[in-house]
């Protein structure tokens, strides 16, 4: 099984910052895509962004220009800068993973306990 840790969750006012940070077991095989997906009160989960073990990046257009989303691939660590928050970001945060536990293993895909992100007006 591989595992996700979050942390960096908090609470914050509007214009603010706050990074999160998800670092997958250590002895995970290899890693493809990890990224962020958050859900709101009574909505569905959504996609915040993505980045793959090349560094490419996906971003939900909401966040596209406030927030920004790195990795380590020698750590195993993805994390997400968020600039400028607003009140509509709140919500749970969870680490995403496309990762081979072990050598043989196939593709699974993996997920964080989630954070909460409050962001008041």
């Known amino acids: 099984q591989v595992q996700l840790v979050e942390s960096g969750g908090g609470s914050v006012q509007a214009g603010g910052l706050l990074t999160l940070s998800c670092a997958a077991s250590?002895?995970?095989?290899?890693?493809?895509?990890m990224g962020w997906y958050r859900q709101a009160p009574g909505k569905q989960r959504d996609l915040v962004a993505t980045i793959d073990s090349g560094g490419w990046t996906n971003y939900a257009d909401s966040v596209k220009s406030r927030f920004t989303i790195s990795r380590d691939n020698a750590k195993n660590t993805v994390y997400l800068q968020m600039n400028k928050l607003e009140p509509e970001d709140t919500a749970v945060y969870s680490c995403y993973a496309r990762a081979k536990r072990a050598y043989g293993s196939s593709w699974a895909d993996y997920w964080g306990q989630g954070t909460q992100v409050t962001v008041s007006s």
């Open positions: 250590r002895s995970t095989f290899s890693i493809d895509v």
